[in-house]
């Protein structure tokens, strides 16, 4: 089957890709079987999926599953795939909204609300790959791999842009900087639940921690 294109389709937080109501019901059911399968790589992890799992939860037998991927290891790459590149969508189009002339720090400080509320809120395909970043054998993690440094590119441009116009402090190192970042906004799939504050409040907490972390001192 041909690869999802991210800009076809959103994924929601309980897993969902929203595609158009005349799409074929073969079409609908591989997005079932995705949409399960994320929901479930997000609880349970690489080395945790079961098919049987996947298709409990999609409602189907899991034998259907092989009509549409060839492997479970075929289903997992693409829901990691899907996650990285719809969250690369997600910030590309977040900081696309803003007005000409925002702020560079203003843009980082965009960049981490549209992270966290991807990965906590909106979809579970993106925390599944997060969450799985470093348990996928090579065969399999060289496309979500690809996708991760495309991702890291459009961070990379507004941590050097801030920097060149002095919205940040010069005596950072930027690879460590970008590194620290994202590494602190990833762990929070890994800690964060609905009972520890809802997203604003974590947004919030992020936001501030960045900003006091890396502006220029006065």
Same mark, same amino acid.
């Given at each position: 089957?041909?690869?999802?294109?991210?800009?076809?389709?959103?994924?929601?937080?309980?897993?969902?890709?929203? !595609?158009?109501?005349?799409? @074929?019901?073969?079409?609908?059911?591989? =997005?079932? $079987? +995705?949409? *399960?399968?994320?929901?479930? /790589?997000?609880?349970?992890?690489?080395?945790?999926?079961?098919?049987?799992?996947?298709?409990?939860?999609?409602?189907?037998?899991?034998?259907?599953?092989?009509?549409?991927?060839?492997?479970?290891?075929?289903?997992?790459?693409?829901?990691?795939?899907?996650?990285?590149?719809?969250?690369?969508?997600?910030?590309?189009? !977040?900081?696309?909204?803003? @007005?000409?002339?925002?702020?560079?720090? =203003?843009? $980082? +400080?965009? *960049?981490?609300?549209?992270? /966290?509320?991807?990965?906590?809120?909106?979809?579970?395909?993106?925390?599944?790959?997060?969450?799985?970043?470093?348990?996928?054998?090579?065969?399999?993690?060289?496309?979500?791999?690809?996708?991760?440094?495309?991702?890291?590119?459009?961070?990379?441009?507004?941590?050097?842009?801030?920097?060149?116009?002095?919205?940040?402090?010069?005596?950072?190192?930027?690879?460590?900087?970008?590194?620290?970042?994202?590494?602190?906004?990833?762990?929070?799939?890994?800690?964060?639940?609905?009972?520890?504050?809802?997203?604003?409040?974590?947004?919030?907490?992020?936001?501030?921690?960045?900003?006091?972390?890396?502006?220029?001192?006065?």
């Amino acid at each position: 089957m041909a690869p999802r294109n991210p800009r076809s389709s959103a994924a929601t937080k309980n897993g969902t890709i929203r !595609a158009g109501g005349g799409a @074929p019901k073969s079409e609908r059911t591989r =997005e079932r $079987i +995705l949409d *399960a399968a994320a929901q479930v /790589l997000s609880r349970k992890g690489y080395a945790g999926l079961r098919l049987t799992d996947v298709a409990e939860v999609a409602e189907l037998q899991a034998p259907a599953i092989y009509y549409y991927f060839d492997s479970r290891d075929a289903l997992v790459e693409e829901v990691m795939w899907f996650g990285l590149a719809d969250m690369r969508q997600h910030l590309v189009a !977040a900081l696309d909204a803003l @007005p000409d002339g925002t702020d560079p720090l =203003e843009k $980082i +400080l965009v *960049a981490v609300e549209a992270h /966290l509320r991807h990965e906590l809120e909106i979809s579970a395909y993106t925390t599944a790959s997060i969450r799985n970043a470093g348990q996928l054998p090579d065969k399999i993690s060289k496309r979500a791999s690809a996708e991760e440094a495309k991702y890291g590119k459009v961070w990379k441009s507004l941590i050097v842009t801030a920097h060149e116009e002095g919205a940040i402090r010069q005596d950072l190192d930027l690879y460590m900087l970008q590194m620290l970042v994202l590494g602190s906004l990833n762990w929070a799939a890994e800690w964060w639940t609905p009972r520890r504050g809802n997203i604003d409040k974590i947004v919030a907490n992020a936001q501030a921690f960045v900003r006091d972390a890396i502006a220029p001192q006065k």
